[in-house]
């Protein structure tokens, strides 16, 4: 189930900080990037939490079983009992990816992971067939999917999980680094590892530096 791609551990055992993983995903993939509490980068990879499989099954298999862009080119026939059931399968291919993502970042640490930062997710209906039926929900349901499994493996590992604010972010990384100019950092950081250094990665590593001070 894991798929890693653009992997780099950068530093070396000598780092004993308890350290935290900054989260920016996209569809079923997920950029993680880990820095000591200092701001030291230590890993920046990719990860695929699902492989094989429909990666917006809320967003296009749902709303299709509900009458919603079914005159698309790319829509087929489905019904919502099978719409329920991929969402699930999905859902729980999803879990596996996750965890699977966590404990090979931790085992290519030589220092302990102690929280992740995640993008906070917006409040949904309750149950797979609320969400599909709600073309709002249905619109983020995958996303908030993804980054809930990321969570859940999180918490089983017993990290501390951050919801961050990606407006916000980055003014609360500047307070980790204790004012210092945050895009310096982050583009000093980038040139340390090299390409790609883009705005996601960016990003995770803002809500990774933000969460290590909240620890």
Avoid at 8 to 32: D, I, P, Q, W, Y
Avoid at 140 to 152: G, I, K, P, Q, T
Avoid at 172 to 181: I, M, P, R, S
Wanted: charged share 25%.
């Amino acid at each position: 189930m894991l798929d890693v791609k653009g992997e780099g551990t950068v530093a070396g055992s000598r780092v004993k900080h308890v350290v935290a993983v900054g989260v920016a995903e996209h569809g079923n993939s997920a950029v993680l990037v880990t820095v000591a509490r200092g701001g030291e980068l230590l890993d920046r990879r990719r990860v695929d939490l699902t492989r094989d499989m429909p990666t917006h099954p809320y967003h296009h298999e749902g709303s299709w079983a509900v009458g919603r862009y079914v005159n698309s080119p790319w829509a087929r026939a489905i019904s919502l009992a099978d719409a329920l059931a991929l969402v699930e399968r999905v859902r729980d291919a999803a879990l596996r990816g996750a965890r699977e993502s966590l404990d090979a970042l931790a085992a290519a640490l030589p220092e302990p992971i102690g929280s992740i930062a995640i993008r906070e997710c917006p409040k949904l209906p309750l149950t797979i067939e609320e969400r599909i039926r709600d073309s709002r929900a249905a619109s983020v349901a995958d996303s908030v999917m993804y980054r809930e499994a990321l969570a859940s493996a999180a918490g089983t590992r017993g990290w501390s999980v951050s919801w961050y604010d990606r407006e916000r972010v980055f003014r609360e990384a500047t307070v980790a680094l204790g004012g210092k100019n945050v895009e310096v950092f982050l583009q000093a950081m980038g040139r340390s590892i090299g390409p790609p250094w883009q705005a996601k990665h960016k990003l995770a590593a803002a809500a990774a530096l933000a969460a290590g001070v909240q620890r």
